[in-house]
Structures are given as structure tokens and as C-alpha cells.
């Protein structure tokens, strides 16, 4: 089992920048494709951005139209941790984001889900 905890969200202007972590135990996340999800009120949970790993230490970074050029998606191995860096942020940001693990060998079917963290974007 993988344990996921997030951290990071809060309220921000818009034009503003947050940066979530999201903090594995239980297994090394080394090899496991990481992800992002947000979900807003009254709406579907959504894709933000993932980090796969390419084998001999390459990673590949994915991420959904609306956040292209604003969030980087990152993972640092030593600390089991993956970071969602948030610039320009928008009021159309706002929502609960969610970190994820899929285990290796299972592409992006994501096994494991944090509790979520709230980021609020104000106008």
C-alpha cells in the first residue's frame, strides 16, 4: 500500500503561485507514475498533470491544455515526495487537488489517491 498526503493548497490571488507536495509512504514511488487531479464544485474530477518514469532515471511529463506553461510537475526521489509548482494562477484553478500513484506496470490506472487539498483562486 501507498499512502498519499498533499499539502500546499490555500487562497491565493489570481496572477499568484502555490505549490502543492504530495508525500508517499508505505513504498518508494521511484518507478511509479505520479499524477494530479482536481475536482471543483459541481464538477467531474479532472487530469491536471503526471510524471512517468522512462526507465534509467528519464521521466515524462504530461499535462492537460488549461495548465500547459503555468504548472510543472516535478518529483524528487530522495524525499518519496511530488510537487505540483502552480504559476499565473486563475479563478477557473480553484478546486480540491488530488495526488495519485499507479503502480509500475500499470500505465496511468492510478491505485492510490491522497485526501485532497484545497486551492482557492480569488479574483
Known amino acids: 500500500q501507498v499512502q498519499l498526503v498533499e499539502s500546499g493548497g490555500g487562497l491565493v490571488q489570481a496572477g499568484g503561485s502555490l505549490r502543492l507536495s504530495c508525500a508517499a509512504s508505505?513504498?518508494?514511488?521511484?518507478?511509479?507514475?505520479m499524477g494530479w487531479f482536481r475536482q471543483a464544485p459541481g464538477k467531474e474530477r479532472e487530469f491536471v498533470a503526471s510524471i512517468t518514469s522512462l526507465g534509467g532515471g528519464g521521466y515524462y511529463a504530461d499535462y492537460t491544455n488549461s495548465v500547459q506553461g503555468r504548472f510543472t510537475i516535478s518529483r524528487d526521489n530522495a524525499k518519496n515526495t511530488v510537487y505540483l509548482q502552480m504559476n499565473r494562477l486563475k479563478p477557473e484553478d480553484t478546486a480540491v487537488y488530488y495526488c495519485?500513484?499507479?503502480?509500475?506496470?500499470?500505465?496511468?490506472?492510478?491505485?492510490?489517491w491522497g485526501q485532497g487539498t484545497q486551492v482557492t483562486v480569488s479574483s
Open positions: 495519485a500513484a499507479a503502480e509500475p506496470g500499470r500505465g496511468r490506472t492510478y491505485d492510490f
Open positions: 508505505g513504498r518508494t514511488i521511484s518507478s511509479y507514475a
